[in-house]
């Protein structure tokens, strides 16, 4: 069997990730990325990032007695047709007690460009198997100007004093995947402005333009800054996330897109914190009812958390089996949404007849709104179609006490509400009209009020 190089002078740092018991090595991978910096003195360099997964590695004992592997390194940096970089070296894991440690080989390399194209190929091979594998890059190099490009980190490290393999004092070690798996606390992102003091805020959107989180950060002085920014763990489902350097207006100067792996549904509901499910609760009432709800609160009571977030995940599988998380969301959207549309001075939308009405049935087809007319106190009515949960139903809404918001339902034809034959007479104002007191049933009225 071969034996590894060994060299002291080897550039090369590994990314402790987890522990996994693989006997047996997956197929060589290299994988490269680039990234356009400046240095202290602001002149622009574009930097490799260079990372071989060890599962791809063969392992052997050294002399010492550890297990250990290497890799040949071949990289080659050409613009304009003539190489500005060609180098060859080992790169070598770390030394272990154990072969069945996954990490990553990370390596860094710095090239000087003028700006125009580049092209970047990399080839790499085992010592001990033979196993090879190359990637190239095509880019446009352009030099930062008042920022550098966005980079995922797997971690950093400050240093008591700058070296030429770190961002002055701090050693960024990048991470090349650009995923955000269910194991992620956080992700960090790192990037650089220069030259000019300024706002920058770092954005957090879907594919759809959604906006899921905002951090603001600030340029002092004329030099240069290194950011690091720390971002929460976002509870939404699979997808791609866009992740936008913007300056203080919103303007997006850089972005780099994250493939998120939705986390397991019995882990996110597991995450429930007893504070957020108390604070839930009551607004959850329309939708699961008075009985489900006296439950929850009674484990809750006798301090159970673990049987009240199971029966909480159990009461969403039942409404959705494939994707329980994503309905309890998507209530908590409609639950934002009435406290928004129909709170009043004493009550959140949710506890108000049509906060109840919409999350307990859904949105209406229809809405009719009388709210101006002097021989009636306001009154709206909700339809709903036959494709709904109710079917073909409707929901009379009066306010009798003209405070804002403040609509009680007088009157449904859906089975289980309010049903009251003469509501019609309670919302005539006793305003006489040719001397006769007003039949609200009659006249135009009959164009909306007609059951």
Request: proline fraction near 6%.
């Amino acid at each position: 069997m071969a034996k590894l190089p060994i060299t002291a002078a080897t550039s090369v740092y590994a990314v402790l990730c987890c522990l996994i018991w693989a006997p047996m090595a997956m197929a060589l991978e290299v994988q490269v990325q680039a990234k356009s910096y400046l240095d202290k003195d602001l002149n622009p360099y574009l930097e490799l990032h260079i990372r071989i997964p060890s599962a791809g590695l063969s392992f052997d004992k050294n002399e010492n007695g550890k297990w250990q592997a290497a890799a040949k390194l071949e990289i080659v940096v050409a613009q304009k047709g003539v190489s500005v970089m060609h180098e060859t070296y080992p790169l070598i894991s770390p030394e272990l007690d154990q072969a069945n440690l996954h990490f990553d080989l990370i390596d860094l390399k710095r090239v000087r460009l003028a700006q125009g194209p580049v092209s970047v190929w990399v080839w790499a091979m085992d010592y001990l198997s033979g196993q090879r594998d190359s990637q190239s890059v095509e880019l446009l190099f352009q030099p930062p100007y008042l920022h550098s490009d966005l980079s995922l980190l797997h971690s950093y490290h400050v240093l008591k004093k700058a070296t030429e393999n770190a961002h002055g004092q701090v050693f960024i070690v990048p991470r090349l995947v650009a995923d955000y798996g269910p194991q992620d606390d956080t992700l960090l992102l790192y990037f650089e402005t220069y030259r000019k003091p300024g706002e920058y805020q770092i954005l957090v959107m879907d594919m759809l333009g959604k906006l899921h989180y905002t951090q603001v950060l600030n340029h002092e002085n004329d030099g240069f800054k290194q950011h690091i920014v720390r971002l929460p763990k976002l509870k939404i489902g699979s997808g791609q996330l866009e992740l936008v350097l913007a300056n203080a207006l919103g303007e997006p100067l850089a972005s780099m897109q994250v493939m998120v792996a939705k986390p397991d549904d019995r882990d996110l509901f597991m995450s429930l914190t007893t504070w957020e499910l108390k604070r839930h609760f009551k607004s959850l009432e329309p939708f699961a009812g008075a009985v489900v709800l006296g439950r929850f609160q009674e484990l809750i009571q006798n301090g159970d958390s673990l049987e009240v977030k199971e029966g909480f995940m159990n009461f969403w599988i039942e409404e959705n089996r494939d994707f329980p998380w994503q309905a309890w969301q998507l209530y908590l959207g409609s639950v934002d949404y009435v406290n928004q549309t129909f709170a009043t001075p004493d009550k959140p939308g949710y506890a108000t007849d049509r906060g109840r009405v919409f999350l307990k049935y859904g949105p209406p087809i229809d809405i009719i709104e009388m709210h101006d007319n002097p021989q009636t106190y306001p009154f709206e009515i909700w339809q709903y179609g036959q494709d709904g949960k109710m079917g073909d139903s409707k929901f009379y809404f009066v306010n009798y006490t003209f405070g804002p918001n403040n609509f009680s339902l007088a009157h449904s034809t859906a089975l289980g509400e309010v049903q009251n034959p003469n509501w019609r007479k309670t919302i005539d104002r006793g305003n006489q009209r040719e001397g006769h007191q007003r039949d609200i049933g009659s006249g135009w009225e009959n164009e909306y009020i007609d059951d």
